[in-house]
């Protein structure tokens, strides 16, 4: 799940020394290596101000964890701030904006340069509400390598930073540490300015308004050239919630590319976030956090257990807890949605028994029959039952990325697997009536190509199994 920041030493580089800042805490929903984590750093506050600039970050994350789907998946993200001090506060204002001064900026900001760490300014690229960090010439003191260091020698296990600037003044940029003040501006905060450029840094997201260059538009989550109902990639969501397929621009290059809402965070601030990017979002989400936290008896934890067993489940809950489990024992049901089950002497059979929980997210943010990809995670307990009784339980966690497309199917479904199991994933395709059409080996990682061109048009089930053990459905539709 971590991406742990690993930094080339060029030339001229070798001799900047490791700098170790204050590092604080300040959400914290579980172990670190289980979690999301946010790195805010400071930019812009002088040693006496620090203490603001931790006010500053949870007045921060108390903005953006009120706004879903954050608020729903809070439990999935640890925060965390790095203070590093500035010698001077604020940033740059060198008044090299093209627009005018006055009519944009209320109340008005004297032309001023600081000495900041990270070199913020405003008027960058000639505009004044774009807060920025100056680029130095000479390689060892740009700031993106003093960003990388910092993080490297302070969280280098970090999954997402942003940088919070000490200014009242309204602005902040976007790339791969999105930069905020504390301003606001006609009632907008400048946060709204870091949350959406998260949903492009972290989430793959794209902006919605019409992007002025043509290097700005590519496929995405919520940018497509498609503009068939039957075919845009998100099709599940058309007609619900606003969600359109909408012209960037009535011509020119833009005409042939389309957004789906006319409302959404990645076109207007204050604005929340329409169903597609939420989607995109909370499966970003499940693809760096499993919601299995901890389970018990982990491998070879218990000696000589006496009935009933307890198997215990921790569960990253999101708020309105919306987690389906199904527990099997030997491949027959045994609970449902329970965190805790008891095992009996007379439910094992002599030799070893195998009970399983799979756990996937039934969230209505997730149209899960029509959306590529789906999420499913499972704990299998072996458990060797000897006529002495219980002899040994051992436990192990597997994670399955599936993705299907295009759904609906004319001749091909391609179907993209990843996991941690070394079970064999198969697929069966099975008909309204119950019948078996087809059943396939997929391979644990990559895509495979699946013939359904002699199949009759209809609404088919496709049941996935990692060995004998039912992981997931997903209903297809052949054209």
Request: glycine residues 6%; aromatic residues 12%; contains cysteine.
């Amino acid at each position: 799940m971590k991406q742990l920041l690993y930094i080339i030493l060029l030339v001229g580089f070798q001799n900047i020394s490791a700098q170790i800042f204050n590092t604080e805490t300040i959400k914290n929903s579980g172990d670190n290596d289980k979690r999301i984590n946010l790195v805010i750093l400071s930019e812009g506050y002088q040693t006496p101000e620090l203490p603001q600039f931790k006010t500053d970050a949870i007045n921060f994350v108390n903005a953006m964890f009120s706004q879903s789907p954050f608020k729903e998946y809070a439990n999935y993200f640890n925060v965390h701030i790095i203070k590093v001090p500035s010698n001077d506060s604020g940033a740059d204002h060198p008044g090299t904006s093209m627009e005018p001064l006055e009519s944009t900026l209320s109340p008005v900001v004297p032309i001023k340069m600081v000495n900041t760490y990270f070199n913020a300014a405003f008027d960058s690229y000639g505009y004044h509400r774009l807060l920025f960090y100056e680029i130095d010439g000479n390689y060892a003191n740009n700031t993106e390598v003093k960003i990388n260091s910092v993080l490297a020698d302070n969280f280098p296990t970090y999954d997402q930073a942003l940088i919070l600037v000490n200014s009242a003044i309204y602005g902040g940029s976007g790339g791969e540490f999105p930069m905020a003040s504390k301003g606001v501006s006609n009632g907008v905060s400048s946060t709204e300015i870091a949350i959406h450029e998260l949903g492009h840094s972290m989430f793959n997201l794209k902006d919605e308004y019409f992007p002025l260059d043509e290097i700005y538009f590519s496929e995405a989550i919520n940018m497509t050239q498609q503009n068939s109902p039957s075919l845009v990639k998100w099709k599940n969501w058309l007609g619900t919630n606003g969600v359109g397929t909408y012209q960037y621009n009535n011509s020119g290059f833009a005409a042939s590319w389309y957004r789906p809402h006319q409302a959404c965070k990645m076109r207007y601030l204050s604005y929340p976030f329409c169903a597609v990017c939420k989607e995109g979002i909370v499966e970003k989400i499940h693809s760096l956090v499993s919601p299995i936290d901890a389970y018990a008896p982990a491998s070879n934890s218990i000696s000589n257990p006496t009935f009933p067993i307890d198997f215990h489940l921790n569960l990253i809950k999101p708020v309105l807890n919306t987690l389906k489990s199904t527990w099997t024992l030997n491949t027959a049901n045994f609970a449902n949605d329970v965190d805790v089950v008891s095992v009996l002497e007379t439910d094992l059979t002599t030799g070893m028994n195998s009970l399983t929980v799979t756990v996937n997210d039934d969230t209505a943010m997730l149209k899960v029959d029509n959306h590529d990809t789906f999420h499913v995670y499972t704990v299998t307990w072996t458990i060797d039952n000897s006529i002495l009784g219980v002899t040994d339980i051992t436990g192990e966690v597997a994670n399955y990325s599936i993705s299907m497309y295009p759904n609906p199917a004319t001749h091909y479904l391609n179907i993209s697997t990843e996991t941690t199991s070394n079970n064999p994933i198969k697929m069966d395709i099975i008909s309204l009536e119950g019948k078996l059409v087809k059943s396939v080996t997929l391979s644990n990682f990559g895509t495979q190509q699946i013939d359904v061109s002699y199949l009759s048009q209809g609404v088919y089930i496709t049941n996935f199994y990692s060995g004998n053990l039912w992981i997931a459905s997903k209903k297809i539709i052949k054209n």
